[in-house]
């Protein structure tokens, strides 16, 4: 377990080596965080739904799709020149590659949370309060359901002839309970409720963390020995 | 031309395959191969394209699983896991390294990979063989192709793998890249190392060669020790061997 | 497969099911004609759930066996199973505008959970399109039909959390009605007809998947 966990270690650090020094995927993605913020604020009617009303959904929305953006650049770096041979010729077990993966994967959409969301705050003009604590176990408990299953599919997608059409169709379908629990635990908070109200929300965020890290985890081999 | 070290009495056997084959769905790419390989030996393999060369490398490395009949590396059975893969080092006309990092970072990212601790002096020693010390902390995007190649060699060779499968290592090198690979892997052999190259270069691959085969359709169609092989006549022999079984 | 005669048998069930369902079926009570369309959602449901509940147990024993009849057969199983859950997307609503005043319901958690079966299913056909190797091709698709298996449940649950905190004023929502003999058996009539239909276009779509596969065999082996 400790070779796994140190092997994924090294696979995720190579990956963020390689984002710090081209940081392309980086910058896309919190552009197009920031820019979404903007477009949907102005394609609702703020006389008729109130900002804190709407940021949730629109945080939640943007939160996957940006995520997607990531994911996609995570197995297109294994392609260039074969190199994820390269890891599955290594002694590194299957699990260790993806585990390294998506830790990668993890740090990445984190780092993009941790500047789009307090430019929600500010744009969306949000009654932060006492909530940001919960709000932020929210935020971790929906990234790792995302990117467990993203990064699986990044992986399959990369080698079909579709390629990144193939992953949104792939990912989306999965990431509809992360995006109705996180949104709908998020507007509880933000209304001022009690966070035991958002509390079957976060249950099943977490429900869905295990069984699909594990599952993920356990399927990702039967996607490489071929 | 070519030298023997099989002279005294037989190498402790590195590769040991008998009839094994490997299909993609209904195609069969190698249908029932039989050969061993022992510590010190190079085998030269030759085929024209399509003949199933590198899905049998492939499989010696633990990137594709036998569809039937046996293989075995270093005494373990394929697919043996994470142990076997470690005794193999992997060269192809890919290079698999990370363009965007260094010549020294991909190498050491890869002894890391096979679990060297204190990697420096490897990696640095790996980078000087092929002549690549000197540019090692540029990008590997910015060095030419011949250049990313040297580097790829370098990272197989990091961990000194018992058995190396190298797929077309030549091409890309020029003139000064290919007489460092050919000593390397002259060294490697003497070594005791175990090498499986293929090449479409019959002179180059024989001069390094202990054992000579020709592949066509999956299939070992000519197998010879290297020193009873014609070196002159040989392209007459692989033409003729490829004809009658194609 | 053989089984010749099962396409004639599932056609000739399904056809006097209908013709029972229409002229020998009394109307219900509150709902009138709208509710025979039951006869037909109904049972396309639950081959559409069992279609995709088998494609999830071939995949998971094609992954431990490797043996091609699984994945031809979840393939077959998963074509199938997005028409007949395109058959229940269409007839749901058209129940649902006379009875509760509205096409769609997103509080309704059988019907969204539906529409995801057909978005995953839909999506697994088109991986299936944009891989080549065959191996490869079945391995991911194997994957996806497990995965899709382990989602459903979340997407149920989902739905029903999202429901149950924002109650919907529904236009005359009718309680469960307790069906009257005739309807019942009429009712079973039509799952066992709709199930015998499925087998039956199985049984085809596997044939072909067989005659494909032998053709690109002879292909091969000619090039």
């Known amino acids: 377990m400790a070779d796994i966990l140190f092997a994924a270690w090294l696979i995720a650090r190579k990956d963020l080596a390689i984002e710090f020094r081209t940081r392309s995927a980086f910058l896309s993605a919190v552009v197009f965080s920031l820019l979404g913020l903007v477009i949907f604020y102005y394609a609702w009617d703020p006389t008729a739904v109130s900002a804190p009303d709407l940021a949730p959904g629109v945080l939640w929305v943007i939160f996957t799709f940006s995520g997607l953006l990531g994911l996609h650049r995570s197995f297109g770096v294994e392609a260039e020149d074969h190199a994820i041979d390269g890891l599955l010729a290594s002694p590194v077990s299957r699990e260790a590659i993806f585990l390294g993966k998506a830790l990668a994967n993890l740090i990445f959409v984190g780092a993009v949370q941790a500047i789009t969301i307090p430019a929600l705050v500010v744009f969306y003009n949000l009654p932060l309060g006492g909530v940001a604590a919960p709000l932020i176990a929210i935020a971790i408990l929906a990234a790792i359901g995302l990117v467990a299953v993203g990064t699986l599919f990044s992986a399959m997608a990369v080698n079909t002839r579709l390629a990144e059409l193939l992953l949104p169709m792939l990912a989306l379908p999965f990431f509809v309970p992360i995006v109705t629990a996180a949104g709908q635990a998020t507007a509880k908070l933000l209304s001022g409720r009690p966070v035991i109200e958002a509390s079957a929300w976060l249950k099943l965020l977490l429900a869905f963390d295990l069984v699909f890290v594990a599952a993920c985890t356990l399927a990702y081999p039967f996607t490489v020995e071929d | 031309m070519s030298s023997t070290l099989s002279a005294g009495g037989p190498a402790r056997p590195i590769v040991v395959v008998a009839e094994l084959a490997r299909a993609f769905g209904a195609r069969r790419a190698v249908a029932g191969v039989t050969f061993s390989l022992g510590a010190g030996e190079c085998l030269a393999l030759f085929g024209p394209n399509g003949a199933g060369k590198t899905t049998l490398l492939r499989v010696l490395a633990g990137l594709l699983r036998p569809t039937s009949g046996s293989a075995r590396v270093c005494g373990i059975e394929l697919p043996g896991g994470g142990l076997a893969r470690s005794r193999v080092g992997l060269i192809s006309h890919h290079t698999m390294l990370y363009e965007a990092l260094s010549s020294r970072e991909n190498v050491s990212f890869s002894a890391r990979l096979y679990g060297i601790r204190d990697s420096r002096a490897r990696v640095e020693d790996s980078l000087r063989r092929m002549s690549m010390l000197e540019r090692a902390d540029a990008p590997v995007r910015s060095l030419s192709r011949g250049m990313q190649q040297r580097v790829s060699i370098a990272r197989a060779m990091v961990h000194s793998p018992q058995l190396v499968l190298a797929d077309e290592p030549y091409s890309g090198l020029d003139e000064s890249g290919a007489r460092a690979l050919t000593s390397l892997l002259q060294e490697l052999r003497s070594a005791g190392t175990a090498i499986i190259i293929v090449t479409h270069n019959l002179a180059e691959g024989l001069s390094l060669a202990t054992h000579a085969a020709v592949m066509q359709r999956g299939k070992f169609v000519r197998y010879d020790a290297a020193d009873r092989v014609n070196v002159a006549s040989y392209p007459a022999t692989y033409r003729d061997a490829v004809a009658a079984s194609g | ?223």
Request: proline fraction near 5%.
């Open chain 3, 1 to 223: 497969m053989r089984l010749a005669w099962l396409p004639t048998i599932a056609g000739a069930a399904v056809l006097g099911t209908v013709i029972r369902a229409a002229f020998f079926t009394p109307l219900e009570a509150k709902q009138g004609a709208a509710q025979k369309i039951f006869y037909v959602h109904v049972p396309a449901a639950w081959v559409a759930f069992l279609a995709f509940f088998l494609v999830a147990v071939a995949s998971g024993v094609y992954l431990w066996l490797r043996d091609q009849r699984l994945d031809r057969f979840a393939e077959s199983s998963a074509e199938v199973g997005v028409v007949f859950t395109t058959v229940v997307l269409i007839t749901g609503p058209l129940w649902a505008k006379p009875i509760w005043g509205t096409y769609w319901a997103w509080w309704d958690v059988r019907l969204v959970s539906t529409l995801f079966l057909w978005f995953i299913y839909v999506s697994y056909i088109v991986l299936r399109g944009a891989i080549e190797s065959p191996t490869l091709r079945a391995r991911y698709s194997a994957v996806l039909g497990i995965l899709g298996a382990f989602l459903i449940p979340f997407i149920h649950l989902s739905v029903y959390l999202f429901a149950t905190m924002h109650p919907m004023p529904i236009v005359g929502k009718p309680s469960a009605p307790s069906l009257p003999n005739e309807m019942l058996v009429t009712l079973l009539i039509s799952l066992a007809s709709f199930t015998l239909l499925y087998f039956a276009f199985v049984r085809s779509r596997y044939n072909y998947a067989v005659e494909r596969d032998a053709a690109a065999a002879r292909t091969a082996s000619d090039a």
